[in-house]
């Protein structure tokens, strides 16, 4: 190695970084449990970093040129997507580049659809809590938004969505499946029953499941993200947030019917249609998610995700133990919220925050991700202590 080259202000910079905060990163969604040390290796081994890998075109299509790892994916695809209820033969998948991306396809492919099917311009319903990628998205997109204020937990409000439903026209609903900072889960089947009710010309339900819907697929919840059960027509879900990959990556299913509703994008020098938005995409975060299933498989995922609940139960008793005020929204959730604490503290913690009058002003939140364990916990308790609860 050229350690000259290495030897930088910026290089050392990233270094001081990465070891000084990896074990406070708890107030985001991410994953420090995560290794790709043995990743990097085989990597390595092989000589892959002169190797150019790039996933251009549609990795369902068998018959797409190959610059990458588009079989990889497609498998990543084929063993998920089963998971999140879809049936192999009816399952169009694509790796994205990030949750964000993930909801630009489900809003542009519900988009074409509604208008396809209706001839009409629909209407874009998100809670206002939601991500901000849908309003930006939206905007983007030029569709027309209508923000559903939400209760205190951070659903959409029922019975404001009714209110704000517009019967002629058709209704691109994206549900929150975990509100990025309380964590709340929009009611999918009330919405549902209500716009079945209103009867808008068509409905098109797309599920923003960034962080929940990594790990809820391997919990004791993974109902309430099967497309059978719930009846979405389309999912996203963050690759480098549960699943651990270091570096943004997504998955997104929908299903072939929806697509066939696409404009079919024919490309000639790519051999085939190309329904992704973006054209190059990345190759090596497949291999990443791809050598993650295989290291921890269904059962070590399951298990994960045991931890984490469980760590997100000891946080909450033991804030409620020192009475420092803290909410979940709800038992999917691992978001715990809570009065902010002393700014030096949100600091070391790399806290989020937000405020909400309904909880007496400023708040800040740990995300309980894999890294978060028992022994931070009773270090930010401590902390809290010995900070704030003085006097
Ligand atoms: C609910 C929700 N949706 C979307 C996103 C964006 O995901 P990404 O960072 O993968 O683009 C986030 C990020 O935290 C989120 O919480």
Known sequence: MNKELFND?????????????????????????FDLKEFYEWYDEHNLSDVFLNNVGDPNNEKSVNFGTLYVERKIIRTIAPIYGFDENEVWGLMTESGSDGNNHGIYYGRNYLESITKKKPILYVS???HYSNKRLAELQQIEVKLIPTDELGKMIPEEFRKALDSTRPALVVFSMGTTFKGGIDDMQTIKKIVEEVNPPAAYYHVDAALFG??????DYSNEVNKKICGYDSISVSGHKF???????????????????QNPNNVPYLIGSVPTILCSRSAISPLKIYYTLKRYGVEGLRKQVKQMFENVVYLKNKLDEIGWPSWISCKESNIVFFKKIDDALMKKYFLARATDDRFGGELGHIVVMQGVTK?????????????????
């Open 9 to 33: 202000e910026l290089f050392n910079r990233v270094l001081d970084k990465a070891k000084s905060v990896k074990k406070y990163q708890i107030g985001y969604p991410i994953n420090e449990g």
């Open 214 to 219: 990594g790990y809820l697929a391997f919990s």
């Open 375 to 391: 022994e931070i916990i009773d270090e930010f308790i401590a902390d809290i202590k010995e900070n704030c609860l003085k006097g």
């Open 243 to 261: 699943f651990g990959c270091d570096e943004p990556c997504g998955l997104f299913f929908t299903t072939k019917e929806i697509i066939d509703y």
């Open 128 to 130: 206002s809590e939601s």
